[in-house]
């Protein structure tokens, strides 16, 4: 069986999930860790992740090298790879670049959906670009090897980390604006500048982000998959789920509201409608990734292609991404 | 040439340091990276040791495994072993252990000279052995490969440690309390229940360690090696120096009050002594393990002998010590 890499995940995590993954052929997943958290609070996510692992060897094992995807296929595991969606992680300290990279970070937004330290979120009503920290912080994030992640942020913000990252990023869970215009899908000119800069976009299965929401369909959001690949190139696309399975409501607030308000944010939901979106029933958590191919070949994908979506670029983006600058893989 | 390995030093590094470091063949060193810093002051600390290894990497590598050391001399550099003198750095959170390791934490002491939340240091009246936590966290250690150091212990902490920890420990920088009665140096029923136990004695350099002070002859620490040779056996034993090169005094106040007394405490100095004794001529710094060298030869050790002090042992105990419990070298 080919690999199957998820881009994004933010489970309730829980032995129950860990099955699933192994049920559902997971081989990899790349984790958030940290929405606004600081930096010892996400030192304390951390901690508990290696409890998870502690606990769970036989289920589990934290991916730091693509290599270690290939030990989690060997040994029937799934790889976890850490993700921040948020730069308060390095607070206002370049130098946690590295130490967070050293404790397995491999993704980090440089923005959620507000205005950042390093750049401007996809809610702000102006966006100006990578910050004078932005651009120094994108740069060490190139020279350790992590990934610059640009899910959330505004459209210029988007742009120029493209432009100015020396290595390709990724926006690791959104789709098309062009097929569902929400704020946090991507236009058709932030897609093409990610293809021909040779970064990955992750297709989400958050309803808020699907076409008919919770109502989209597996062939819908399959042929949707099928015009991107046309666009981008097969090579630049792969799955980042935003699957929150498991989670309460109360941590959607979080994510949306962290401490930046004392008010709610809503976000992409709203007051009539403020918590998590039921899923697609077709995508409900980890054992389902074998719905997706199969809706993948019946829009006309051939194995190979589909074998690329569902994890092999991933896979080489993984090998590409995670080394210091320089270094072989 | 043989391997040459120090079990401790701190000095004020700077690039004269690191080529003293290459003039002297220092393969690889245990550095103290913290005394009394809590956890995010000792992250500030790696993080400037993450800025020399980017601005000297033709000098000095970080060294996670005994591997490390190998490649340092094959590439001329001398390889830097992160150490705590002071359970400080994990605060009182037990998962820090496993972050600090991650981050190449390699030794740390249970306590300076005070009691600590894990054990009792030598300065303190009456000693109560490991505390409930101290035995949670040496069990921690033990499990991620990270050495406990008694350096600065009492005797009933130490003695508790040894027989509590599951891996061999070590004591990096003191001497027999035989040769010279400080309170930091060991008595010889601590130096029997380190041998007995795999562990390791590293003598210290440091002239509050030293019979005669600063006027202490090669001769006569070497005369004091061979005999701790004869008591612990010629593998128990390496060098550490306790070396604290072009640090000012300011420092040696901050390694003694740290910020637990708002006076001052003189520790092994005095009100008329407060500041870092001279060190022996014959050892002044990094450019001078030649001489100990030569010392050894002088006072009847075999060319095997002098090789396994100087490094070959603190070689194959980091081998021992540094990898998670149950994995291979």
């Known amino acids: 069986m080919s690999v199957v890499i998820d881009g994004l995940q933010y489970a309730n995590w829980s032995e129950k999930i860990f099955r699933q993954m192994r049920a559902g052929g997971v081989d990899a997943v790349h984790v958030t860790i940290t929405y606004h958290e600081n930096f010892r609070e996400t030192v304390l996510n951390i901690e508990a992740w290696n409890r998870w692992f502690e606990r769970f060897p036989e289920l589990i094992l934290q991916g730091f090298s693509a290599e270690d995807i290939n030990v989690a296929r060997e040994t029937g595991r799934t790889a976890i790879f850490f993700g921040s969606q948020n730069p308060?992680?390095?607070?206002?300290?370049?130098?946690?670049?590295?130490?967070?990279?050293?404790?397995?970070?491999?993704?980090?937004?440089?923005?959620?959906?507000?205005?950042?330290?390093?750049?401007?979120?996809?809610?702000?009503a102006d966006d100006t670009g990578l910050t004078r920290m932005g651009r120094e912080v994108v740069a060490e994030m190139n020279r350790v090897g992590l990934v610059v992640d640009m899910s959330h942020s505004g459209e210029r913000s988007t742009l120029e980390a493209i432009k100015h990252s020396t290595r390709p990023i990724a926006i690791t869970h959104a789709n098309p604006a062009s097929w569902h215009p929400a704020r946090r899908?991507?236009?058709?000119?932030?897609?093409?500048?990610?293809?021909?800069?040779?970064?990955?976009?992750?297709?989400?299965?958050?309803?808020?982000?699907?076409?008919?929401?919770s109502e989209c369909t597996v062939n819908g959001f399959c042929?949707?998959?099928?015009?991107?690949?046309?666009?981008?190139?097969?090579?630049?696309v792969g799955i980042g789920s935003d699957l929150c399975q498991d989670q309460p409501d109360s941590v959607v607030d979080w994510m949306?509201?962290?401490?930046?308000?004392?008010?709610?944010?809503?976000?992409?939901?709203?007051?009539?409608?403020?918590?998590?979106?039921?899923?697609?029933?077709?995508?409900?958590?980890?054992?389902?990734?074998?719905?997706?191919?199969?809706?993948?070949?019946?829009?006309?994908?051939?194995?190979?292609?589909?074998?690329?979506?569902?994890?092999?670029?991933?896979?080489?983006f993984f090998a590409d991404a995670f080394a210091p600058q320089g270094q072989a893989r």
């Open 88 to 124: 308060s992680c390095i607070e206002d300290d370049i130098g946690l670049v590295e130490v967070l990279h050293r404790l397995g970070l491999r993704f980090m937004q440089l923005t959620y959906n507000n205005q950042s330290l390093l750049a401007t979120g996809c809610y702000e």
């Open 223 to 236: 042929e949707m998959i099928a015009r991107t690949v046309e666009r981008m190139g097969v090579e630049r």
């Open 256 to 316: 949306r509201s962290g401490r930046w308000t004392k008010t709610v944010d809503f976000g992409e939901g709203s007051a009539a409608d403020p918590g998590f979106p039921p899923m697609p029933q077709w995508f409900g958590g980890n054992e389902d990734f074998g719905n997706i191919a199969v809706g993948l070949r019946s829009v006309g994908l051939s194995e190979a292609e589909v074998a690329a979506i569902m994890g092999g670029n991933w896979q080489r």
């Open 185 to 213: 899908n991507k236009s058709d000119r932030v897609l093409d500048a990610l293809a021909a800069s040779g970064g990955m976009l992750g297709f989400s299965l958050y309803p808020h982000h699907l076409q008919n929401g």
